[in-house]
């Protein structure tokens, strides 16, 4: 539930739609990347951004496909792991303009507003109307070490019926008893069948209140931790700073669902990036960003300390860092009709880190393959 939140937060916080918050004004959103485009494909994606902004109900198909080498113990198996998700949402288009207009704010007011941040969580799932259909794969190696080690025993494929209305969770039991035989043995023992529903919002607010043990603050944290990358996506300064290193073009056009549509793809240069010296003074703005939004006080000699880690990890990952958008823009009306995201990196490098910091590696990463 919290990673579909995440997903669904990450949308609304660029979604004003139609409501008007009380006491704070809407900033505009930033402008989009646009790298070398000439001015008419720039304007294309800065009208995609101004019309995707007042859509309030929507549908997506998502696809999430990981590819793993080199695991402990499974040295030499390739794990795929897949997850996928159709998805109808509608969010209350008043709702979204107050978060779009908290999360804009500066960090000072955002942590005057941790009262008024844990209500718009109850809030966002009070007002969340959503029918979700998801299947996650897991590879049979992996389930196999978690049986023999952990007795842990899991299907390879597990699918999900869900639904979210007024504040209440229900979930389709059938559907999961089907990759799940245990269960479903276990439900026909007990006569159960269909569909189950329990008060979400009911138990967060009691968990807020303190009248139920152990509130889960993920999803807060998550929309603080949002909110102030927003920010410093905004922040002027920041966007010159990745200006130079993002490229966007745009490919060949094509058609969905019989429209025209624009495809534009956008890549990262981290490799370059985390080269340049300003690299660490951004580093260090986002973080001072953060902490100010979790209202922590941080140790500034550990902070440093840390800051060097992170950069110290962002080079060594960079070396085989591979990062793009594609994004097909209707011609006629630039909505949104597709988003795909790829990432790919070799992770070997954080063993040469974790040699570097003088630590003993455990033996069955000495020999780690990438």
């Not at 198909?61 to 897949?82: T, W």
């Not at 059938?174 to 569909?195: K, N, Q, R, Y």
């Not at 019989?258 to 973080?287: H, K, Q, W």
């Not at 992170?310 to 070396?319: D, E, K, P, S, T």
């Amino acid at each position: 539930m919290e990673l579909l939140a995440m997903l669904i937060l990450s949308i609304a916080m660029w979604l004003p739609g139609a409501g008007a918050p009380e006491q704070r004004e809407v900033p505009p959103l930033p402008p989009p990347f646009c790298g070398e485009l000439d001015a008419a494909d720039c304007q294309l994606l800065a009208d995609s951004q101004e019309l995707m902004a007042g859509v309030e109900s929507m549908t997506m198909a998502l696809q999430v496909d990981a590819a793993m080498r080199g695991i402990p113990e499974l040295a030499d198996e390739d794990l795929m792991f897949g997850m996928s998700m159709d998805m109808s949402v509608h969010l209350d288009p008043a709702f979204n303009e107050q978060m779009r207009a908290l999360a804009m704010s500066g960090p000072e007011e955002l942590l005057a507003a941790q009262d008024e941040l844990a209500q718009m969580v109850v809030d966002f799932y009070d007002t969340l109307a959503m029918d979700m259909d998801m299947e996650m794969m897991l590879p049979g190696a992996l389930l196999q070490v978690l049986e023999a080690e952990e007795d842990v025993v899991l299907p390879e494929t597990m699918i999900y019926q869900t639904r979210m209305v007024d504040g209440y969770v229900y979930v389709n039991l059938d559907v999961l008893a089907e990759s799940i035989p245990e269960l479903g043995a276990e439900m026909a023992s007990e006569g159960i069948e269909g569909w189950i529903g329990f008060d979400f919002v009911g138990q967060l607010e009691q968990q807020m209140s303190g009248a139920a043990p152990v509130p889960n603050t993920s999803t807060l944290e998550s929309m603080q931790m949002g909110m102030a990358f927003n920010q410093m996506m905004a922040d002027e300064t920041i966007r010159a700073l990745l200006d130079p290193y993002v490229t966007v073009e745009r490919l060949a056009d094509e058609e969905r669902d019989g429209m025209p549509v624009a495809v534009f793809r956008t890549s990262v240069d981290l490799g370059s990036m985390v080269s340049n010296p300003d690299f660490t003074r951004m580093l260090r703005e986002a973080a001072d960003s953060m902490i100010a939004a979790s209202g922590e006080t941080v140790d500034q000699q550990e902070l440093g300390a840390g800051l060097l880690g992170v950069q110290m990890l962002a080079n060594i990952l960079a070396r085989s860092f591979e990062f793009e958008i594609v994004q097909a823009v209707g011609i006629e009306q630039p909505y949104v009709y597709d988003y795909g995201m790829m990432m790919e990196m070799d992770l070997s490098g954080l063993l040469t880190l974790a040699a570097m910091s003088g630590e003993d590696l455990p033996p069955e990463l000495l020999r780690a393959k990438p």
